[in-house]
């Protein structure tokens, strides 16, 4: 029987789990399934392509189709301007690959392999358990992150708004990301055991 000191666990513990279990488990967070697919109510994209231009930003070529639009909306473009920009508002990598939320999901983690591990009882059977609710605790805390980056702003880290945006918005007090809530909802988590 392993003995454990559990002031020390780390992630070694559950890769050797993993490896004796014989389990390869996939989360995946984000626009997923059927809401991936689903078009946007605000516009002809789909969830997906609209989470994309938001996570990663967008330089859009302006035409003359668009340039007329956008006057038409009350936004008048120099006629220099070819191009416009929309700004990196990651609400997935940041939430969860930043040094923040690494460290976040790290402790949590932690917390719960010391609140579970009883080192008289390291049977395969507890093993499996115990990765189990690791797992699922890890995909609901990373969703909620994602959630949180929404109703914060991306924690105060994503560019504002523009002035015209927010005139033009359904909830101009809410932050980035918030107006219609699609994109908000449309984000879900998935948990696969693959082989």
Sequence with gaps: ??????????????????KALNKKISIKIGIIGDKASQKHSDSDLTNAELGAIHEFGATINVSSKMRNYLRSQGLY???????????TRS????????????????????????????PTDLSIETASKILDDVVHLVAEM?????LQAFDSGGFGKWAPISEFTAQNRHNSGNPPLTDSGDLRRS????????K
Excluded: C, H
Excluded at 107 to 114: G, R, S
């Design 1 to 18: 029987m392993a003995r454990i000191n559990k002031s020390r666990i780390n992630f070694k513990l559950l890769d050797e789990w993993m």
């Design 77 to 87: 473009l120099k006629n220099d301007t070819m191009s416009v920009v929309i700004p």
């Design 91 to 118: 609400f997935l990598r940041m939430p969860l690959m930043s040094p923040e939320g690494k460290k976040e999901l790290r402790k949590i983690v932690e917390e719960q392999l010391k609140s579970e591990i009883k």
């Design 142 to 146: 990373a969703y909620l992150r994602v």
């Design 187 to 194: 984000i879900s988590y998935e948990i696969k055991e693959t």
